[in-house]
């Protein structure tokens, strides 16, 4: 096999994966903004209906963020929201 038309396929490889990351990456972008539109759009239906919406209590972790303990804190997290573990960790860096 001719080592130039191997070369050649792992660059057009390389290109197609980074094209590929590029567009999900666009769309990911997307959907977050769409998220928070949404977000921001039920929040204003609870204010306008005069809706209560109570937030999980989170000092245990905000408390073991100041302590260093991050994974902790992720623990502690998942266990107050039910979240998953990559929402955790976001959440939790979010707050560090």
Request: net charge positive; hydrophobic share 50%; glycine share 8%.
């Amino acid at each position: 096999m001719d080592y130039g038309m191997l070369l050649l396929g792992v660059v057009v490889l390389v290109v197609v994966v980074a094209l590929g990351s590029s567009a999900t990456d666009r769309r990911l972008t997307r959907v977050d903004r769409r998220l928070a539109r949404v977000e921001r759009k039920l929040d204003a239906i609870a204010d306008r209906l005069g809706v209560a919406v109570v937030e999980p209590e989170l000092a245990e972790v905000t408390a073991l963020l100041r302590q260093g303990k991050k994974i902790q804190a992720i623990k502690a997290y998942r266990e107050s929201t039910g979240a998953g573990l990559a929402e955790a960790r976001d959440a939790v860096e979010r707050l560090g």
